[in-house]
């Protein structure tokens, strides 16, 4: 079996061969999705390959469920979020993975300019992590993972009406900051 964004799934043994293929195909079409949602809480690769294993390891417990969930894609994203946001729990915001800064700056441009956009999106995350936690969720949802009003009202456990004030509130808060910032 192949490795997904350093997330080897694992074989599940199960009685019903059926099921085992059920849930090895939900591994491969679901990990890369799950670690980017992940990695943009955790800002770890390590830290964001374990969530997704556990995460794996709460579906293996729940698999004669599966059946009944209605939109597996939701439901998974909401097992990855609050696993990594238990996990970032643990993490002071100042260990923040140079890796993750490094990966958000395009590589074609010339390395005064990468220095300016990673200093840049440094100060971007510095100032996310001092927003309101419900406004960060959505933020990070809505622009890292890009994921539409109803799927981030499903994850978070909240209504449309609420993730869209949240999101508005949460970029116009961050931009009011982030200009502050500029003009010291």
């Known amino acids: 079996m192949t490795s997904i964004e350093g997330c080897s799934p694992v074989l599940f043994s199960t009685e019903d061969t059926r ?29 964001a390959e374990d969530t997704v294993q556990d995460a794996y390891v709460r579906v293996l417990e729940h698999r004669r469920s599966l059946p009944a ?54 100060s971007v995350l510095c100032e996310l992590e001092k927003l309101p936690k419900g406004e960060r969720h959505v933020l990070l949802l809505s622009a890292v993972e890009e994921l539409e009003t109803a799927e981030i009202a499903a994850v978070l456990g909240r209504s449309e009406s609420a993730v869209r004030a949240l999101l508005f509130r949460a970029r116009a808060r961050l931009r009011e900051r982030l200009e502050k910032g500029e003009g010291r």
Not at 19 to 47: C, G, I, N, P
Not at 82 to 108: C, S, T, W, Y
């Open 19 to 47: 099921s085992e293929v059920d849930l090895v195909a939900l591994v491969e079409t679901h990990a890369a999705l799950l670690f980017r949602v992940a990695y943009s809480v955790l800002r770890s690769r390590a830290e």
């Open 69 to 122: 969930i209605r939109d597996i894609r939701v439901w998974l994203i909401r097992i990855v979020w609050n696993l990594a946001i238990d996990r970032k729990r643990r993490i002071r915001p100042e260990q923040l993975d140079e890796a993750f800064v490094e990966g958000l700056v395009a590589m074609h441009v010339p390395a005064d300019q990468a220095l300016d956009q990673a200093q840049r999106m440094r």
